[in-house]
């Protein structure tokens, strides 16, 4: 990426001065996330009541447990292969086929999966449920962690006791044998699916859901136990790809030209615009209990954009949309890795595997975001297939 | 296939006797005997359920000519303006290309005494009252409705929901617990005469309340009955409509899981 200027790294946090938005002129456009996927206020209900759950206080209540209904909590989908480390079963699968893959689990059941890239994601998740139960007993606004995967049922048993073994709220899952789990995915109105396979992740992108495919890195630097931080690219994960498009075609200078010349005209969703929502509503169930500066759940958006420059409109775009991000890093074109590496996020999403790349050298936990122009140019990094 | 113990499996082969699954006329046509222009019977509900049990005997004759463990499809029918036009049933079967091994013509009375002679395992009907009196005798009958047997796929596809307090909404497969394990065993057997993919069955558990422990454990109680479902899902409260209607099950089996 080239570096486009001189301009220090200019973090800017909390709320932004008060910007003059020009009213919406999105109009009709070629961005498929428009309407797609809209986090509808009305039914996370932040306005409304929340709905009396009757009898269900605690977690586990005489047989019952609390499941909260898909509309109103923030699914979260994670494949098997993301939340443990099952290489040594892949190595089977891929070395001795399908048949010898199974026995191998079976033989394997009581041996729980060590913990996986989104691992610490999950755990962050339920941390924040934790917080929000606390405050709000009732509600069943909270993150529903499913788990996902395309293994038959024989390897279920070992999956439960892993999950059982490290002691995850994992209630809900769905094992498909082979067949694709994208109804599934819709049918529990998922906000977000994680995998390590870029077909399935590209497979949940084009129907509407947002996803990101995940990798092993060699080391994960330790993350916050007590705050979820999520960090988001700009470009094609929170906005559309548009101005990269500009930037691949015509150029740096092309770019910042269109850039100030559009200023004012909103940027296009991207495809982690509704997770970026939702996790904002959450926020503010802690603000209302006056739990702002104590709040356990962080964002970022971490951009090679300018802060004086090419930053405005996204920021513009952020405002126009109701959104609020904690802190926005604007590195000009700086490498990210090391500004990653600072914060720390449970989950970083880019839809450059240059950047992913970047970020899991220094021990970051980064999501692909297999969407936008910038996937014609990803040579670098094979993606993963099978289960 | 994956088989836990291979020698049960050689032992047992020799004993395997078919699957017999009785269903009635008015499951498999058209209710009311609805003609087609040749004056034959349109197919109703059960119709692509045979089809795929034809299907999975066809499959399962292929792996070895000799398999004995086949479904065994006999047609019962009450209806006695049917039973004065034998021919035009038998000729209906023959034009849509159904294998029915035997024909019982029998009146209300006998109806359950033909079924019980005959050895029935699965019982199909599209009659809430024979399902209820073939359950009450013993055998394990499934209560077919537009929902759950009419669905497009070539696999014969069984669910089987873990949470004994669940029941499709078709009404419940009622039998006593014994009849739908051995049916279910015989099943899991089929089943593991095939290979994980390309298979013409497919299983599949559903547990609709509980959390993750209750789902393990039916697949426990499945895995004991000789049955490796392929696909799992434990809902824990989520609808269970749209899944159900993304798995497409031929039909749903309960029984095994009761605690009675």
Redesign the interface.
Known sequence: MVKMSLEPVQVMSGQVAELKVAPSSNGDSAGSWEGKREFDKDHLGLTAKPKPVTGRRARKVEG??F?P??ENAVTVAVSSRVLFRTEREQKVFEQQG??EY??YQ?EHENEPFAPGPAFPFVKALETVNARLRELYPQSEELFDIVLVTYN???V??RL?NT??HHNLF??????????SPI??LK??QTNLYLSADANKVREALTEGIAAATMFMPEKMTEVSESQLRVAFDGDAVLFSDESERIFKAHGLDKFFEHEKENEDRLLDHGPLKGFLEALGKLQKKFYAKGQRLDCPIRTYLVTARSAASSGIRALKTLRAWGLEIDEALFLAGAPKGPMLEKIRPHIYFDDQMFHIEGAAEMGTIAAHVPYGIAQKHNSKHNTSAGK | MVSTDQKTDVKEKEADCPVVVAVTSHAVFESGGAEDPDGLYVGGIAFPLLQALQKVNERLLKENPAESLLFDVILITTDSQQQQQSSRITESIRHHGLKVSRFCFSNEEDFMENLLNNNVHLFLTTNRNEALQGSQKGVLSVLLDEHTASCPTEQLRVLFCGDAVVQSEAGPALASKQAAQSFSAQIGKMRGRFGLFDSPISIALVTSRGGRESCGDALRTLRSLGVNADEAYCLAGVPRGPIKRLLQPHFLLSECFSSN
């Open positions: 019952g447990v499941f209904k898909p399908v048949e199974l026995r079976i038959h049922a024989h279920g048993i439960i999950i059982n994992i209630e809900r899952f769905c094992m498909t044998g082979g067949s109804g599934y049918a529990w």
